[in-house]
């Protein structure tokens, strides 16, 4: 169990709609990380918070957002949404607010299913 | 867009025998991890090696890394069943603050 906790597990929605992930860290890491994984782009980096301000921008449509919150919960928020985003997307957390020096700690993910 | 790409693409062995992947990257880093994915379930991190590094070991895994070919290796020894996923390296750019994964390597260890 990595305390990384992602909620739902699963997600099915329309085309054209918007729907809320929402990811709790592991206790006392600042850092919160967002990853899409899909077959035919792989796992893409989409955008890091560190102690509540974005920290990191990857491959983040504009039709998606992200916060981190006080209590150090992140939710990405997904709009418009269209087949191509059905996905599993992914939040990590580390303790450092630099990526590279200290490991990622992954949820277990939200599949969505954009039908 | 992937910064690291792994080769190969999927490997099947038997119980027993060593894993080899390979993992190659384009821009200069500060450290490289591999990570280990069992099918749809999160990434569990592995081992991070530092630009200065050559060798690192954890367990049956072993790590190395050649900045001057931008490569890396990880070798798992005396594989298992268990061992089955999909495997990644994760490098940042050098620069970035960004942690960019690449395509992996399934392997396949067969009972």
């Known amino acids: 169990d990595s305390g990384v906790t992602q909620t739902p597990k699963h997600l099915i929605t329309a085309t054209g709609q918007r729907v809320t992930l929402r990811c709790s860290p592991r206790s006392g890491d600042l850092s919160v990380y967002w990853y899409q994984q899909s077959l035919d782009q792989g796992l893409q980096f989409l955008i890091q918070?560190?102690?509540?301000?974005?920290?990191a921008k990857g491959n983040i449509l504009e039709r998606f957002s992200a916060q981190q919150f006080p209590d150090l919960h992140s939710e990405l928020n997904l709009s418009s949404l269209e087949l191509g985003d059905s996905a599993l997307y992914f939040c990590?957390?580390?303790?450092?607010?630099?990526?590279?020096?200290?490991?990622?700690?992954f949820g277990n993910g939200t599949r969505l299913t954009v039908t | 867009s992937q910064q690291g790409e792994e080769d190969p693409q999927a490997l099947s062995i038997q119980e027993g025998e060593n894993a080899t992947m390979n993992c190659s990257y384009k821009t200069s880093i500060n450290n490289l991890q591999w990570y280990r994915q069992n099918s749809g379930r999160g990434l569990v991190h592995l081992i991070l090696?530092?630009?200065?590094?050559r060798e690192k070991h954890s367990g049956r895994l072993r790590v190395t890394l050649d900045t001057s070919k931008k490569s890396s290796s990880l070798l798992i020894t005396a594989s298992r069943a268990a061992d089955t996923a999909s495997y990644f390296c994760?490098?940042?750019?050098?620069?970035?603050?960004?942690?960019?994964f690449g395509t992996g390597t399934l392997l396949a260890v067969q009972p």
């Open positions: 994760a490098t940042d750019g050098g620069a970035t603050n960004k942690l960019i």
């Open positions: 918070y560190y102690n509540g301000e974005e920290r």
């Open positions: 990590a957390s580390s303790s450092q607010g630099a990526a590279y020096n200290s490991p990622l700690h």
């Open positions: 090696i530092r630009s200065n590094e």
